[in-house]
Nanobody, 122 residues
């Protein structure tokens, strides 16, 4: 079993920043590719960012490219999503995920956190 727990969500004003964290436990963290997804009420879950198991390759949705940065610290078994220049459209529940291969598709990930709410006010 792999457990993932997100933290760092909250309420922020448009133009502000938040850093989300994902703590992993249960199995070797460095063996997994990691990703961030988000879902707003009534909408489909969408890809945000992903990082390879080594950490040398990163991928971003066009909507967040240049504003969000994904990173990981294998020694600490942590993954992060630094979110800058937030806007109202970024409001969603954010989920971290782990899988055997880096992917933009949610079904390629085997383990998921419980989600953390990010709300951006205008």
């Amino acid at each position: 079993q792999v457990q993932l727990v997100e933290s760092g969500g909250g309420l922020v004003q448009a133009g502000g920043s938040l850093r989300l964290s994902c703590a992993a436990s249960g199995r070797t963290f460095s063996s997994y590719a990691m990703g961030w997804f988000r879902q707003a009420p009534g909408k489909e879950r969408e890809f945000v960012a992903a990082i390879s198991w080594i950490g040398g390759s990163t991928y971003y949705a066009d909507s967040v490219k240049g504003r969000f940065t994904i990173s990981r610290d294998n020694a600490k078994k942590m993954m992060y999503l630094q979110m800058n220049s937030l806007n109202v459209e970024d409001t969603a529940v954010y989920y971290c995920a782990a899988g055997g291969i880096v992917s933009r598709g949610q079904y390629q990930y085997d383990y998921w956190g419980q989600g953390t709410q990010v709300t951006v006010s205008s």
